[in-house]
């Protein structure tokens, strides 16, 4: 076996690796998009990537990490350290204008401006674009949906459910 | 683990390491055992959006149990994991309060639970927050927005019952009455919180208790429910003195690491 040591990795080919590694719940974004990747440094032939949660619970950040680490790998990156950063906490506007794009296209709403304080009571929510017809006219149907980033709504037009990556 | 967690250990007297330690366990219980309590709705909720939503908010605590475990381990130092401290620990190490441990009864006794306890720790958070710890603020920072849209949930809720039909009026009081009682709890200092809120790491509980009040107050009006007043407080939990209900609850959460010691998937 050969060991080659990789001399001209920088950073921005590291940053070029991690626009490969999609998210395991909605494949269409790059863990770039989704904005849970808040820095890289490089340390002689070490290589830091420092990540942060979307929700405290997310059952896929164990996954985004193993990704992570396998798309370095077949780089010849052995010398990987993935640090867990909670705060500053991840919000939806770190998202990129491309993966809010993608998202819809994918049949997601993604995240919009919310319009009142978060406490408010009932009726409160943004007006969402029906990603499959584009209608306006659509209402929530529960604040927890499929993954804990998305509530679920439906469409009064053509009546499909949809997802909707909730703002955060 | 894949990932490695930075966490900053505040610089502190061994004593006000152990209280601090003490209270993150408390704060880790307290969510873990929440967390436990919804997910034995999954599959059996009223309906499946509601029965996703309790799931959801289940892993939300779970996350959050995670995160306090994991600190707390820090702050142990004797080479404990986060594993460890929640699977290998008897119920009178729990240092959960009362509400959280009691059964789920019918979905009006799970929504009375979770609002008494989702008014409490939103504000709770958003004290945190703002702390001088720098781990729990944290952690306070990211499970804030969570507990945001826990207490939107179960306070819409109390509302649809309260104000709803014969029968769910007559469910929800029904509720009021049996968990009123351990609400108190929430707020009232322990010895360990108390010293550590001369220490300045854990907020006023009374200007809390006022929040919470308030936030209560305007729910319950717009569901048409009286506020109970004047009950007496149980309390115990806190001190690891629990009603008969965590031993339970525990031989079926630790169950497999109790029978498989060090299991993994």
């Known amino acids: 076996m050969t060991v080659t040591t990789n001399l001209s990795l920088t950073e921005d080919r590291i940053w070029q690796l991690l626009e490969e590694v999609s998210d395991p719940e909605v494949p269409v974004l790059s863990i770039l998009d989704l904005g849970i990747v808040r820095g890289v440094r490089l340390e002689g032939d070490e290589v830091h990537v420092t990540i942060t949660p979307t929700y405290s619970g997310c059952p896929a950040m164990n996954t985004i990490a193993t990704d992570i680490r396998l798309r370095l790998l077949a780089e010849g990156i052995t010398r990987l350290h993935i640090h867990n950063q909670l705060s500053p906490a991840w919000t939806t506007a770190w998202m990129s204008e491309a993966g809010k794009q993608k998202l819809e296209a994918y049949g997601i709403a993604p995240p919009q401006d919310a319009t009142g304080h978060v406490l408010n009571l009932f009726g409160q929510e943004p007006v969402l674009r029906c990603p499959h017809c584009q209608s306006t006219n659509t209402r929530l149907v529960s604040q927890f949906g499929s993954t804990a980033c998305k509530a679920h709504y439906q469409c009064n037009d053509c009546l499909e459910p949809f997802d909707y990556f909730k703002c955060h | ?265």
């Open chain 2, 1 to 265: 683990m894949q990932e490695t967690h930075t966490i900053v250990v505040p610089d502190v007297s061994a004593e006000v390491r152990q209280q601090l330690l003490a209270f993150v366990l408390q704060l880790a219980d307290t969510s873990l055992i929440l967390a436990h309590r919804l997910s034995e709705w999954c599959g059996h909720g009223p309906i499946l959006e509601q029965d996703l939503a309790m799931a959801n908010i289940s892993l939300d605590l779970l996350g959050e149990a995670r995160s306090y475990y994991q600190y707390a381990a820090e702050l142990e130092g004797r080479g404990r994991t986060e594993d460890d401290l929640a699977y290998l620990r008897s119920a009178v190490e729990y240092r959960n309060p009362l509400l959280v441990e009691q059964p789920n009864g019918d979905f009006a006794h799970t929504i009375v639970r979770q609002f008494l306890y989702d008014a409490f720790h939103y504000h709770l958070l958003l004290q945190l927050q703002a702390g001088p710890d720098q781990q729990l603020a944290a952690i306070a920072e990211k499970s804030v927005k969570e507990a945001a849209y826990h207490v939107k949930w179960s306070a819409e809720w109390i509302i649809r019952l309260g104000d709803g039909t014969d029968e769910s009026r007559r469910r929800v009081e029904a509720a009021i009455t049996a968990l009123w009682r351990y609400s108190g709890e929430l707020t009232t200092p322990s010895a360990t919180e108390q010293a550590l809120q001369q220490a300045g790491f854990v907020p006023d509980y009374a200007a809390i208790q006022q929040q919470i009040d308030e936030h209560v107050t305007r729910v319950f009006a717009e569901a048409t429910l009286p506020v109970p007043q004047g009950v007496f407080m149980q309390k115990g939990g806190k001190t690891g003195r629990h009603s008969e209900h965590l031993g339970y609850l525990l031989a079926e959460l630790q169950y497999l690491q109790r029978t498989y010691p060090g299991l993994t998937w």
